[in-house]
């Protein structure tokens, strides 16, 4: 299973950014997935989760409002009044054990991506 993350840049504090994450390999079936962010010298953090067919979603209360995930053949984040601390390496990842629940726990996945620079100046 490979992920490839997409869509990062450089872009100024308000401004939008649309991330993309394609996931090829393994089976047809899609799997939940989730978007995770790491800023230097900072663990990383959940930003939202969906599951497979797109119908749940998942946003831990203080990522709510600014983000949204979704999903086609691809998994989507759009960010929107970005800001300078939102700077980090945003990553997908994919839990293989679950497709129909929203996977909430960064332990819980199990293929990720190799990330996508998000540089917002101020």
């Known amino acids: 299973v490979q992920l490839q993350a997409s869509g990062g840049g450089l872009v100024p504090a308000g401004g939008s950014l649309r991330l993309s994450c394609t996931v090829s390999?393994?089976?047809?079936?899609?799997?939940?997935t989730g978007w995770f962010r790491q800023a230097p010298g900072r663990e990383r953090e959940l930003l939202a989760a969906i599951n497979g067919n797109g119908e749940r979603t998942y946003y831990p209360d203080s990522m709510k409002g600014r983000f949204t995930i979704s999903r086609d053949s691809v998994v989507y984040l759009q960010m929107h009044s970005l800001k300078p601390e939102d700077t980090a390496v945003y990553y997908c990842?994919?839990?293989?054990?679950?497709?129909?629940?929203?996977?909430?726990?960064?332990?819980?996945?199990?293929?990720w991506g190799q990330g996508t620079q998000v540089t917002v100046s101020s």
């Open positions: 990842a994919v839990d293989v054990e679950r497709k129909t629940l929203v996977s909430i726990l960064r332990e819980s996945y199990d293929y």
């Open positions: 390999g393994g089976t047809s079936d899609r799997w939940a």
